[in-house]
């Protein structure tokens, strides 16, 4: 599988509007920028995110563990910066974070009704460049999540922010993204599994049982860690599949995700979320 892996050539655009090109031969989103920037001759720093099948920066349909083997794929890029400074009334922004796997974390989500809701400059999309002047360009989405967690209520902060760029037709409403609806993780009967580490695999879709497990992860993702990683989500249920218990599979998370250092409560609730997913439960 690897093999052919490395030949499997896909259809990209810049998602504000471009020609065509293709890429092909990488293993990880890292690799599948660096290809799609030099097609495009531009730098791979400035591609935020990309999009399956559509050039709306719609967050449900954002490119993470799985490419299906003919999905289109939409390059975001960096575009007009902006700077916002809020005064912190509520222990919650009501922001989710992600990232792209490359450096460049962005807000998947914004609750409604909650602080960032009521700031309007700020958009589902946006790169947070920097918090109080401090740059986080390199940061990985959990640690933007918990700078921003760690602000001090009744203080201002600023944020320094890159939204995509735009194309120049009819702009789409800005989104809320209150409750996320039911998304396939991609389509096709197989797909392209981009990997961290390893080389990226053509493999069968994951099964409902699974499909459903990662669902839930990412929403314990998002509860205990402000995040939402689609591929982050389906590692670690990849990492339960065949463990007997919540410490072997403590023991896997641990040799797999040793960076992210997750909570024991955690760690034992997602182990019940991929047994509650293989005794059909979810």
């Known amino acids: 599988p690897a093999a052919s892996a490395s030949r499997l050539q896909f259809h990209t655009q810049l998602a504000h509007g471009s020609p065509t090109g293709r890429v092909e031969g990488f293993d990880s989103a890292r ?34 563990a799985q490419i299906g083997l003919e999905d289109f794929i939409f390059a975001h890029i960096k575009g007009q910066r902006k700077e916002v ?14 990232d792209n796997g490359t ?8 609750k409604e009704g909650s602080l960032m809701d009521q700031t ?4 589902v999309g946006d ?10 360009s390199d940061c990985r989405h959990y640690e933007v999540a918990k700078m921003l967690k760690d602000l001090e209520k009744g203080q201002m902060f600023k944020l320094e922010l890159i939204e995509p760029m735009k194309a120049f037709e009819k702009l789409e409403p800005r989104s809320k993204g209150g409750t996320l609806p039911e998304a396939k993780i991609s389509r096709g009967r197989e797909t392209l599994r981009l990997r961290t ?5 053509v493999e069968e879709m994951p099964t409902e049982v ?7 992860v990412d929403e314990l993702l998002e509860t205990y860690m402000g995040i939402r990683d689609i591929e982050l989500a389906a590692t670690m249920v990849e990492a339960g599949r065949d463990k007997k218990n919540p410490d072997e599979f403590a023991v896997a998370l641990d040799e797999t995700l040793g960076d992210f250092a997750f909570p024991d409560e955690f760690v034992f609730d997602v182990w019940g979320a991929i047994g509650d997913a ?3 439960r979810l």
Do not use: S, W
């Open 103 to 110: 450096g460049c974390a962005f807000i998947k989500r914004i």
């Open 120 to 123: 309007k400059m700020i958009c």
């Open 278 to 280: 293989k005794q059909g």
């Open 85 to 98: 400074e809020i005064l912190k009334t509520d222990d919650v922004l009501g922001l989710t974070i992600t």
């Open 197 to 201: 580490k390893g080389p990226a695999t």
């Open 31 to 64: 690799e599948l920028y660096a290809k799609i920037a030099e097609v495009f001759r531009i730098d791979p720093a400035e591609i935020m995110f990309c999009t399956l099948n559509t050039h709306k920066a719609d967050m449900d349909k954002l490119l993470g």
């Open 127 to 136: 790169h947070i460049e920097t918090i109080n002047g401090k740059n986080v």
């Open 210 to 216: 699974e499909e459903k497990a990662i669902k839930k």
